[in-house]
């Protein structure tokens, strides 16, 4: 998590979804990073603990803004992640399994330690009906999302790639798709309403 306490907006680490590009690039500019096993700071976690306390110390309350990647691709991320060799043999490691197992066992409701990798609805939301992040964009409008930074930053911003998953094949058979879907409804529906919104969800704030 970034925050630019001068630009009154904050950037939460959604995981999987480039956040190590966006730190690498933009860093130099916060003036609070949260690094390592803090980085990502859910939104509802931001909103209700992390930015009262900013206005309360700085008195100013950034917006936040983060990412939220097509729920299928997001996974076939962690699972690329997870094949890397430094893993083989532990537990959190995909290698010897197809990505139809792989997402088999995220449905599951005790799910081994190598699927435990969270949800993008629980991150971005209250759990419910809420979003909780301000802004929303859709991880394949990255145009929108560097226009946005750009000019909230008041500078021009520019992504590299950075941890880059290894090339493995991934496909997914459609009953274990239909699984997905059923499983992880709210995911889906809220990756829909960024793109029917053009890529940029915004939050208003009561």
């Keep these: 998590m970034l925050v630019f306490l001068r630009h009154k907006i904050t950037f939460l680490a959604t995981p999987k979804t480039g956040t190590t590009a966006v730190e690498l690039a933009l860093k ?8 390592k096993n803090r980085k990502h700071v859910t939104a509802a976690r931001y909103a209700n603990q992390i930015a009262p306390f900013l206005e309360q110390t700085f008195n100013v309350r950034p917006e936040s803004v983060a990412v939220m990647r097509e729920p299928v691709d997001q996974i076939r991320s962690w699972y690329k992640y997870r094949s890397q060799k430094r893993l083989d043999g532990s537990e959190l490691s995909t ?19 190598r699927a435990q990798i969270g949800r993008q ?3 971005l939301t209250d759990g419910k009906d809420r979003v909780m992040a ?32 290894p090339h493995v ?17 709210a995911d889906f529906a809220l990756y829909d309403a960024i793109r029917s919104g053009g890529g940029h969800l915004q939050t208003p704030r009561t």
């Design 28 to 35: 130099s500019r916060a003036e609070i990073i949260f690094a």
């Design 169 to 185: 094949d991934a496909l997914l058979s459609g009953p274990v798709l239909d699984r997905l879907r059923t499983v992880r409804a």
């Design 134 to 165: 301000d802004h929303l964009f859709a991880y394949e409008d990255q145009d929108g999302f560097v226009a946005f930074l750009s000019k909230r930053l008041k500078h021009p911003v520019e992504l590299g790639e950075k941890n880059v998953s």
């Design 121 to 123: 609805f629980s991150f």
């Design 95 to 113: 290698q010897g399994i197809s990505f139809d197992q792989f997402v088999s066992e995220v449905c599951a409701d005790n799910p081994p330690e």
